[in-house]
Nanobody, 123 residues
């Protein structure tokens, strides 16, 4: 099983980016998928998650109203639309999938991880 994240880059404050994460090797349509980020010297932190088909979404307070998670189960892909980016959003962003039914706002709630994609926001 592999999760391949893409879409990161260098942008200016106020810009937008859309991250994509495509899973291969198994389908996750019935399972939660999420995004985390890790800035240099900091712990990996929750950004957003989405339940399986027909499921709800959850966001960290720091990104509510700016970021939106979505998924295309036919493509086994989860997206993270990031608007109004700020320098403090700079981090490596990781996608994850969970088949273990734990708290999907925690790192421990996921058993599959992508390799990460760098997002850098300049002021």
């Amino acid at each position: 099983v592999q999760l391949q994240a893409s879409g990161g880059g260098l942008v200016q404050s106020g810009d937008s980016l859309r991250l994509s994460c495509t899973a291969s090797g198994r389908t996750f349509s019935m399972y939660p998928m999420g995004w985390f980020r890790q800035a240099p010297g900091k712990d990996r932190e929750f950004v957003a998650s989405m339940r399986g088909s027909g499921g709800g979404t959850y966001y960290a307070d720091s990104v509510k109203g700016r970021f939106a998670i979505s998924r295309d189960n036919a493509k086994n892909t989860v997206y993270l639309q990031m608007n109004s980016l700020k320098p403090e959003d700079t981090a490596v962003y990781y996608c994850a999938a969970s088949t273990v039914y734990l708290d999907t706002r925690r790192v421990s709630g996921y058993n599959y991880w992508g390799q990460g994609t760098q997002v850098t926001v300049s002021s």
